[in-house]
């Protein structure tokens, strides 16, 4: 098990950037992925990255836009969010697990969540 801290969100004008970390309690070779949840709907896919780096998935919805990267001398994993707009606006998780995948129930491990709030 590792234990997951999301950082970085806040509030930003649309167009504007963030860039969200999570950094993970000790060294491990798990797949990362980012999730959002807005009120009322349910856990959606961002991007996810392998272990080395190597491999990226996004959703649709932030192609060209988010970028997913990651640090493993440092167990940390990024998002930098550019073009941001109120639609993006959710409680961000950081996830850990097996597999490079888009399904949540996927990821074993799970942050506690970073807000992210655009206005338009």
């Known amino acids: 098990q590792v234990q997951l801290v999301e950082s970085g969100g806040g509030l930003v004008q649309a167009g504007g950037s963030l860039r969200l970390s999570c950094a993970a309690s000790?060294?491990?070779?798990?797949?990362m992925g980012w999730f959002r949840q807005a009120p009322g709907n349910e856990r959606e896919f961002v991007a996810a990255i392998n272990w080395s780096g190597e491999r990226t998935r996004y959703a649709d919805s932030v192609k060209g836009r988010f970028t997913i990267s990651r640090d493993n001398a440092k167990n940390t994993v990024y998002l930098q969010m550019n073009g941001l707009n109120p639609e993006d606006t959710a409680l961000y998780y950081c996830?850990?697990?097996?597999?490079?995948?888009?399904?949540?129930?996927?990821?074993?491990?799970w942050g506690q969540g970073t807000q992210v709030t655009v206005s338009s």
């Open positions: 000790r060294r491990f070779t798990y797949a």
């Open positions: 996830g850990a697990g097996p597999l490079l995948t888009n399904t949540a129930g996927e990821y074993t491990d």
